[in-house]
């Protein structure tokens, strides 16, 4: 493991300003004082229920949101210096698939990334193809994206991702809205993606499908960060107030926790 972080988070905060003022402050705390390190080729699961923090705060790991206070480095540097190497170094994955389908066909939205890091014709068809091929979508490439399945669209997010050269790839809820087959095909992009050393930073709350790849499992509760640890650790100290189900009622074991057979 590197000696510096991936990703270095520290006394982070958001705030929303308030329209009906309901404390003293006028604001509405999404993200307080987090202090977190992400390392290069873990599997990190991020849970909490639905208005936990998750998002923002992969947005603004992502560099789509400011923080109100503190900071994220990216490999031991500011968001200003880091910027061009963190937008061909991280994709994202949102839990509405249909909102990053840009392109026409399935390979003309694989080709998106690509082309917008100034990539030849050439060089933009070599890496679609073997996109498509690592996600087993080469026979859709030309279907308009929005005819794909749930669990499809998922795979071609992650196509353009894999596209672009990403080596991290952060996801949001990716198994929302998804019956058993759509689970299991992103579950197999999850096991890939692993097998093949890139970085993963999965936000969810349904840790029965997917703690058997964790290495770390962090919990997000109102905003704070309660628990940070290998799994067995933070399911050992898990509360029932931070609206996480501890899988492990269900399962004897952590790497049991998955729907891949």
């Known amino acids: 493991m590197n000696e510096v972080p991936l990703f270095s988070i520290r006394g982070l905060s958001k705030n929303f300003p308030l329209s009906n003022i309901q404390d003293g402050n006028g604001v509405n705390r999404a993200l307080e004082d987090v202090n977190l390190d992400i390392w290069e080729g873990e599997c990190l699961l991020i849970a909490g229920s639905n208005g936990s923090g998750k998002t923002i705060l992969m947005k603004i790991i992502a560099g ?4 109100s206070q503190g900071e994220v480095l990216f490999r031991g540097q500011s968001p200003a210096k880091a910027e061009n190497c963190l937008r061909s170094s991280l994709g994202l994955v949102f839990q509405d698939a249909d909102a990053q389908i840009l392109g026409e066909t399935v390979a003309e939205d694989t080709a998106f990334g690509p082309r917008n890091l100034g990539l030849n014709r050439e060089q933009t068809a070599e890496r679609v193809d073997r996109a498509l091929k690592a996600l087993a979508i080469e026979d859709k490439r030309d279907f308009p994206p929005r005819r794909l399945s749930g669990g499809e669209k998922r795979r071609l997010a992650v196509a353009g991702v894999i596209a672009m050269g990403c080596d991290t790839v952060i996801m949001d809820e990716p198994f929302a809205n998804l019956d058993w087959p759509g689970v299991v095909h992103v579950l197999e992009i999850i096991r890939d993606l692993k ?56 399962y004897a074991k952590v790497w049991d926790c998955t729907w891949l057979e």
């Open 195 to 250: 097998a093949a050393g890139k970085t993963l930073i999965i936000l969810t709350h349904e840790l029965e499908k997917v703690l058997a790849f964790a290495d770390r499992l962090v919990i997000l509760h109102q905003g704070i960060l309660r628990e940070d640890g290998t799994p067995e650790e933070v399911l050992g100290r898990l509360k029932p107030e931070y609206g996480v189900r501890n899988p492990l009622q269900g």
């Open 64 to 67: 789509l949101m400011d923080p």
